[in-house]
């Protein structure tokens, strides 16, 4: 157990009905005990009864009340921290949970440092270090989805797997360093080295599964990228209008207004989904409209999904057809503009038929919830493999991942090339440490130091 | 009348004869006493000396001054190369030796050595006086006094036998006990642990069939351990392989309430990697058959040493286990097997030089500081002999690292971890393996040896020269362009070998031509320069933590969230730096970095103090 008690305000900044102060430590208990008087006489806080719901009130230092507040206590080592623990509920109104903290520290207890509950939480092996991140990622998650992985890797699904891997990693580890230390016994591996590249490979296809959950939780974590893109004049910044109900863009019978992208964001079926309204693409006149058209080609790069918007009353489209095609590799979806200056829907002469195609007015608004409905298709698919798997990996476990089976490749090809136990020994230790690294078995001097300042005070 | 010397050595075993010969080499006056002059450098279990990371520490004694490697030599009678499959950082040496002329050849090196004086004699008790060593007392004398006291009794402390269900104290077979010195211990204040090891029977050369067993023939091309030696003087013999039965495995279940480790009587832990018969059929119950090897004792004598058999099970019960091993069904047992517990130090009380903690000048070394084998013990001495003799003179110690030698790998793990079993070198003890090879000693250690006036300046220069020629050639070959490539990226290339760059003339010779060690040090720098590079900046990378000292002073009470566990862990080991803190087990890398943030804080406001102070 830790020595100090530490104490913070738990709830966010501001008024509310309800406010939540924490304290932890070997001390929590006692110095709740000084600072809470209950309701009932014949209780003491020290001593009542843990995880249950109290009554009582906290008076400054010269008997005056501060507020009448609820609490509850836990006890070693059965609390979020893994000791002793007492939450109080007050009143909403920040100034009074400061003064609560303050008559808590007058007592004995320390200010928590951001993270410092749930750094202990893992100190003291209540949760692995995947579970720690995520306790960050669910407090900061702006839409339902982020929750919903957050939670996942609260679990400690991940941590499990990836301990696992490591364990399997060490078993054979083991194996080749007994071939180097006991050449006299039976050869592990002369005859069995299929079995030892086997063992290896299946180690990398786990690897690879989860790191597949990193771009899809990235999506999630990230929002996802939707560009709108078109030729100049074909109602891209209409369309970006009239998807947010607000004059966002400007709109102007010019060709070329748009001369930068203009980003917001909106949520869709619980994921943040991020426009950007792009300049027009034409042969650039000037230097200002050439930038901005370096922008629209960087912007549907990097996009998950483009909104390819053609002006329906143009005969000729095929410049927008052959862009189509060429974009083919992401998802996209084919906007037919301005349907108000046609009488027939235009024929589609895109090869691939499993494009999505809407037709829209703008202007008039119509069509907008076809699109609308399109568009929350192609996000489902994107983010419906991370709902397949238990988990999604956040930046820093794929960094890990990688290097765990950049190591394994290694270790694979020294075997290949004919080099001996001894050399590709030292590529598995390599991809051991990397996934120990993960799960903070092993951690590099700054790893805790970085995933703990990303929290904010009282978590 | 009472006698001075600067440092006694008590015991004569393979530890105490480096300690010994390291403190009287570097000039000082040595007294060695043991028990019995005739069991000097006594090989008490197999007649081998080598063999895996045994290999590569009996070379850096070697490079460091030390005499285990060339009396190996001279009483060499059978050489191999072992691990040749695998690459050159893990091949190991190992001889068969001669028992009685290892004995004979250390002895007199012994004799004639200047500063030192041999005693039979037993150590009675061990002198104090506030914590610093005084002398001793034996038998025969009152008190000796010495500056530094270096204690290596092998398993004399305590010993106790045991052969099935009998157990009686001795040291080792027909050898008293060193019971007092094991009390005088304790009453200086060190806490001791138990351990347990074996050593299996001896049989008859003539009474065994050597036709139903195959013949493990000596290499063709032997290389001598010591540099001083060119050449083995002594006949070179095989070794016989054959292997237990069905009928050794239905005698061993059938007998196994007669084995004091299954009837509970021993108490102490032996080595996993050692195991006894018994253990290998009850732990292993699938295989049918055991790996037996039939080693000589010496070319004087008809003992045969059986190698793989330990045991401690009762002697008629062993008869019918030889009996039923091929080759061996009409064999005459000459000694039988037993099995020993002994008393050790627990490691958390010594330091990186040896020497305890708790008492100033006196150092341990070999099997009382926990390790098993002839090697580890000879490697302690060597380290022990020179520290006591730097103390005494006010020099700094000497502290091999990691990266440096697998002699530091050992002294490392021995005081950051109590071994649980008797520890013996592995491979895979060392992290950074590629760069400790047994061929490179002298390389990593002959400056050493040198600074100590253990390896002669004429020897140190060839070193020196033999470093410098590798680089050189290694920056030739680099810059030597063939085609659209270098020389070095051809010999990276499994079918290129030095000598073909030189056929192909894609390279001219030397002017003064390379030695074969030389180019086959050229031949590994390059072909695993990849791997080998790595190692080095893995060193580079941690050289921070070892460097990073933590001073005496700090109290781990005062680190706020350091476990408990750790806590304890760091307090009973105290260790010196950062990198020691990190290898003791219970103390994880979340401690450490408390442990680092904590310091790193106290230096800000030391800092800040004296800034402050300056404002002032």
């Known amino acids: ?459 | 009348m009472s006698q001075t010397y600067d440092i006694i050595v008590i015991g004569a075993g393979h530890a105490g004869c480096e300690a010994a010969l390291a403190g009287a080499r570097m000039g000082l006056s040595t007294l060695l006493i043991t028990m019995n002059l005739d069991t000097i450098a006594q090989m008490s279990c197999n007649p081998a000396i080598g063999g895996l990371a045994k290999g590569h520490l009996v070379k850096e004694i070697d490079a460091l001054g030390g005499e285990m490697a060339r009396v190996t030599d001279l009483s060499a009678i059978q050489f191999r190369l072992l691990n040749t499959k695998k690459g050159p950082a893990v091949w190991a040496p190992r001889v068969q030796s001669d028992k009685k002329i290892y004995q004979q050849v250390m002895k007199q090196v012994l004799e004639r050595q200047d500063h030192l004086t041999i005693l039979q004699d037993t150590v009675t008790d061990i002198h104090v006086e506030n914590n610093i060593i005084t002398g001793v007392a034996t038998i025969y004398q009152q008190h000796i006094e010495a500056k530094a006291v270096i204690v290596t009794p092998g398993t004399f402390l305590n010993g106790l036998i045991h052969i099935g269900l009998t157990s009686f104290p001795s040291g080792r077979f027909g050898e008293f006990p060193s019971t007092h010195l094991s009390d005088s211990l304790q009453k200086i204040g060190l806490r001791l642990g138990r351990l347990k090891t074996g050593t299996p029977a001896r049989i008859l050369r003539s009474s065994i069939d050597f036709s139903k067993m195959d013949e493990y023939p000596p290499d063709d091309h032997a290389q001598t351990f010591s540099r001083k030696i060119k050449e083995y003087p002594l006949p070179q013999v095989p070794c016989y392989i054959t292997h237990t039965t069905e009928k050794t495995k239905e005698i061993i279940l059938a007998n196994l309430k007669y084995s004091p480790l299954y009837a509970g009587k021993i108490t102490g832990i032996g080595p996993r990697y050692c195991p006894s018969i018994e253990d290998k059929i009850v732990k292993f119950p699938d295989k049918t058959s055991h790996q037996v090897f039939i080693e000589p004792e010496g070319l004087s004598t008809e003992e045969m040493y059986i190698n793989g058999v330990s045991t401690s099970l009762p002697q008629d019960v062993q008869e019918q286990i030889y009996h039923s091993i091929t080759g061996l069904e009409n064999a005459t047992v000459m000694r039988y097997a037993y099995g020993i517990e002994y008393d050790f130090v627990t490691t958390d009380q010594i330091q990186p030089t040896l020497e305890t903690y708790s008492i100033s000048g006196l150092y341990l070394a070999g099997q009382i500081n926990g390790t098993s084998g002839y090697e580890e013990a000879a490697a302690q001495g060597l380290m022990a002999g020179i520290n006591a003799v730097l103390k005494i003179r006010g020099e700094d110690p000497f502290i091999l690292q990691r990266h440096e030698a697998y002699i530091g790998v050992m002294v490392d793990d021995l005081i950051t971890k109590i071994p649980e079993e008797p520890y013996r070198m592995f491979t895979s003890r060392a992290e950074y393996r590629l760069l400790l090879r047994q061929d490179n000693a002298y390389q990593r250690l002959a400056q050493y040896g040198n600074r100590f006036g253990l390896i002669d300046e004429d020897t140190y220069s060839e070193v020196q020269r033999h470093i410098e020629h590798v680089k050189l050639e290694i920056e030739r070959l680099n810059s030597t362009s063939y085609q659209d490539t270098t020389a070095e990226v051809l010999l990276r290339r499994q079918d290129w070998t030095y000598q073909r760059l030189l056929d192909e003339k894609i390279i001219a010779p030397t002017e003064e031509a390379l030695s074969d060690e030389e180019i086959f040090d050229i031949e590994v720098e390059i072909k695993y320069a990849g791997y080998i590079q790595r190692q080095r900046s893995q060193v580079e990378k941690m050289r921070k933590y070892e460097t990073w000292s933590i001073p005496p002073s700090l109290s781990y009470d005062t680190i706020t969230g350091l476990r408990r566990e750790a806590r304890e862990k760091l307090e009973a080991r105290q260790p010196a730096t950062i990198g020691q803190a990190m290898r003791i087990p219970g103390v994880n890398p979340a401690d450490i970095q408390l442990i680092m943030i904590h310091m790193e804080r106290l230096n800000r406001s030391k800092n800040q103090d004296s800034e402050s102070n300056r404002n002032q």
């Open chain 1, 1 to 459: 157990m830790w020595e100090d008690t530490i104490v913070a305000r738990a709830s966010a900044e501001g008024t509310g009905a309800v406010g939540m102060l924490r304290l932890s430590g070997s001390n929590a208990l006692n110095i709740a005990g000084k600072v809470i008087t209950p309701r009932s006489k014949s209780i003491s806080v020290t001593d009542c009864k843990p995880r249950q719901v109290y009554l009582g009130s906290i008076f400054a230092p010269d008997g005056e009340l501060i507020d009448e507040i609820t609490f509850v206590c836990y006890k070693i080592p059965h609390s979020y921290t893994g000791e002793h623990m007492v939450e109080i509920f007050s009143h909403g109104n920040t100034i009074l949970i400061d003064l609560i903290v303050q008559r808590c520290i007058q007592e004995g207890a320390r200010l928590a440092l951001p993270g410092e509950f749930t750094r202990r939480s893992f100190m003291n092996g209540k949760i692995d270090l995947t579970q720690a991140e995520s306790v960050a990622d669910l407090i900061g998650a702006q839409a339902e989805e982020e929750i919903k992985i957050a939670a996942k890797m609260l679990s400690g699904e991940f941590g499990k797997r990836v301990k696992q891997l490591r364990d399997d990693l060490i078993a054979i580890i083991s194996r080749v360093e007994a071939s180097i230390d006991f050449p006299e016994e039976d050869d592990v591996l002369n005859d069995k080295t299929t079995v030892l590249t086997d063992q290896i490979t299946a180690i990398r296809e786990s690897i690879a599964s989860m790191l597949a959950s990193y771009d899809e939780g990235k999506r999630i974590r990230d929002g996802i990228k939707v560009t709108i893109a078109g030729q100049t004049n074909a109602g891209k910044s209409s369309l970006m209008n009239a998807l947010f109900e607000e004059e966002k863009s400007i709109v102007t019978p010019i060709h070329g207004t748009t001369r930068d992208v203009i980003e917001g964001t909106i949520i869709l079926n619980g994921v943040r989904v991020i426009f950007h309204d792009t300049a027009g693409l034409r042969t650039p006149r000037g230097v200002v409209e050439k930038e901005g058209i370096r922008r629209t080609e960087k912007s549907m790069e990097s996009a998950d999904i483009i909104l390819y918007v053609i002006d329906s009353s143009r005969k000729n489209i095929s410049d927008d057809i052959k862009r189509i095609e060429s974009l083919c590799d992401k998802p996209l979806i084919t906007i037919f503009n301005k349907s108000d200056l046609i009488e027939t829907k235009p024929q589609i002469p895109i090869s691939d038929n499993s494009i999505p195609v809407c037709t829209i007015s703008a202007l008039q608004k119509t069509g907008i919830a076809e699109l609308h409905a399109a568009l929350c298709d192609t996000i489902a698919s994107l983010v419906r493999s991370s709902h397949r798997s238990a988990f999604t990996v956040n930046r820093r476990h794929a960094t890990c991942l990688k290097q765990g089976d950049e190591a394994l490749h290694e270790a694979l090809r020294a075997i290949n090339d004919g080099l001996t136990e001894d050399f590709f020994a030292e590529n598995l230790k390599d991809a051991q440490r990397a996934l120990a690294q993960i799960i903070g078995e092993i951690s590099p001097d700054d790893v805790l130091d970085q995933i703990f300042s990303h929290f904010c005070i009282g978590k």
